[in-house]
């Protein structure tokens, strides 16, 4: 599909970037076939995929490599593989210029479930490469916890930070942290306090929020119709929607 | 009529609310299409159960018709029966409110006792927070209530709330009379809910969003965005609660 193809039913461009492919332990299996069928369900034009065999699998190994093919032949799916800053033979590429020989949309990390040190000198290599090069870092909130978001994104201002899932329980500190790391954007899917968004919007810009759902663990439905019902002029309902994304991943945009 | 079974108004101490108002809470649900939201007030939920619910009553006086009330029910307080008992006639009040958790009293202590009985005398039905693996409002602990208390209808609130728990209230709920299950909370998916309809029926789900602690646009979006039949999900929006709370609908009884 190309950009200006993509469409929903209010004539908004929504991009989900946050989207889990493949088995997830308590959901029903879905396809490629099956995901396409729930975005066109709730008006989505696009996705960011992550496959849950590199998520809760070895990120090397052959069922996630498999996967990682499987999922990214589709124009609708935005491909975020899962890396694994480590020494030489300990993660996932071998190293960063391995990495950045096709540079990804944007790169997801788990640092707590992966057991790396984000602040060690193997990750800081990767991070300052991954900086020069535009390529953005999504991190769940939930896995390694707000703390250590906050401490990468204080620590690598330009680094570009998308924070997943970050809940409705930590506004004060995401306020404060969108206040002082220019780098940090936030998933909006459980960011329901209510007038969460609006909250957030009006007082760092709508262009720091990014929509997307973590579905299927986390609700796509109601964070979708959220995203057609907030009180938010249309120009930041539209960054919201796609644009603040296609502005953390730049060139690489697809669409 | 869409009805939101589970509300509130007032901030909370755990976290900042944007917008706690009953202001904000019914002008929002009049753009999204809530006509009626039963609200609890978090003072009562969390500290001061008396002051809480005349809060709660002066906000409904404000709305009649747009929000009802839950009494919050304080299971440490000898008089609060008699309390509570005293404001069921209250234009505008639907039931009581149980939140085992944070009064730390589980909802089959003996404390609780007045308010079941007077409920099930009265014919109001009660909401109850529930939380698998809670010590104090596990799903099974308010199946037992129920069984205690022929009659009685209690609302399982927020269906046990975690993801793992939810195959189970469904069960219960599917197995024990006057057990149902209200569906907010935000680790209660689309998808969750259809599989809680599809086990308990329909007839045992109602719909409801945690507002204003949580973003009353977000609850509702799960459920007209989910893929349940057209009648499901009238009765999960609002056929089941008018049914259960029947003439305390209405403001003007």
């Known amino acids: 599909m190309s950009g200006t193809e993509m469409s929903s039913a209010e004539g908004v461009r929504v991009f989900d970037a946050h989207r889990i492919a493949g088995p997830v332990p308590g959901e029903p299996a879905a396809d490629p076939a099956g995901l396409l069928a729930d975005l066109d369900h709730l008006g989505i034009d696009a996705c960011a995929v992550t496959t849950s065999a590199e998520l809760l699998g070895d990120p090397a190994g052959a069922p996630a490599r498999d996967a990682a093919r ?80 906050a401490a990468l994104a204080r620590a690598w201002p ?11 329980r930590e506004l004060r500190r995401l306020a ?31 262009h720091r929020l990014v929509f997307g759902s973590g579905a299927p663990r986390w609700d796509d439905a109601g964070a979708r119709f959220l995203l057609d019902h907030l009180e938010l002029p249309e120009s930041d309902v539209a960054l919201i929607a796609a644009g603040s994304a296609a502005a953390l991943i730049g060139q690489r945009w697809p669409w | 009529m869409i009805i939101d079974a589970h509300g509130h108004v007032g901030g909370w101490d755990q976290f900042l609310v944007p917008q706690p108002s ?82 730390e009293c589980p909802v089959t202590d003996s404390r609780y006792g007045p308010y079941l009985r007077r409920a099930v005398e009265r014919g109001v039905p009660v909401l109850s927070h529930s939380q698998t693996r809670s010590p104090y409002s596990d799903p099974a602990d308010l199946a037992e209530v129920v069984d205690r208390h022929p009659g009685l209808t209690l609302l399982a609130g927020h269906a046990g709330l975690w993801q793992d ?16 299950l209200e569906i907010c909370g935000s680790r209660l998916t689309a998808r969750w809910l259809e599989r809680l309809v599809a086990i308990a029926g329909a007839e045992r789900v109602l719909f409801g969003t945690d507002a204003t602690f949580l973003d009353p646009r977000a609850g509702l979006g799960k459920v007209v965005n989910s893929r349940l039949s057209a009648h499901e999900r009238d009765l999960v929006l609002g056929g089941n609660a008018a049914r259960l709370l029947g003439a305390r609908l209405n403001p003007e009884r």
């Open chain 2, 22 to 103: 009953a202001d904000w809470l019914v002008a929002t649900s009049s753009r999204i299409g809530i006509d009626v939201t039963g609200i609890s007030h978090l003072v009562a939920v969390g500290y001061d159960t008396r002051l809480g619910n005349r809060l709660a009553l002066a906000e409904a006086a404000r709305f009649p018709g747009r929000l009802g009330v839950w009494l919050v029910a304080d299971p440490h307080d000898p008089d609060g029966p008699r309390v509570a008992d005293d404001l069921l006639d209250t234009p505008g009040v639907w039931g009581f409110k149980l939140h085992p958790d944070t009064h």
């Open chain 1, 158 to 168: 330009e680094l570009g930070l998308l924070l997943l899932t970050p809940g409705y």
């Open chain 1, 176 to 206: 404060e942290l969108l206040d002082t790391a220019p780098g940090v954007r936030v998933e909006t899917g459980t960011l329901v306090a209510a007038g969460a968004v609006e909250w957030l919007a009006r007082r760092f810009g709508a």
């Open chain 2, 165 to 180: 728990g939810f195959v189970r209230a469904a069960e219960l709920a599917a197995a024990h009379d006057g057990l149902y």
């Open chain 1, 70 to 149: 499987t999922w990214s032949a589709r124009a609708r799916f935005l491909p975020v593989p899962v890396i694994v800053p480590a020494v030489a033979g300990a993660g996932w590429p071998a190293d960063v210029d391995e990495l950045l020989a096709t540079p990804p949309a944007m790169v997801r990390i788990c640092p707590r479930r992966h057991r790396f040190d984000p602040h060690g000198p193997v990750a800081s290599a990767w991070w300052a490469a991954l900086a020069g090069h535009g390529v953005p870092v999504a991190l769940d909130v939930t896995e390694c916890g707000l703390d250590t978001a």
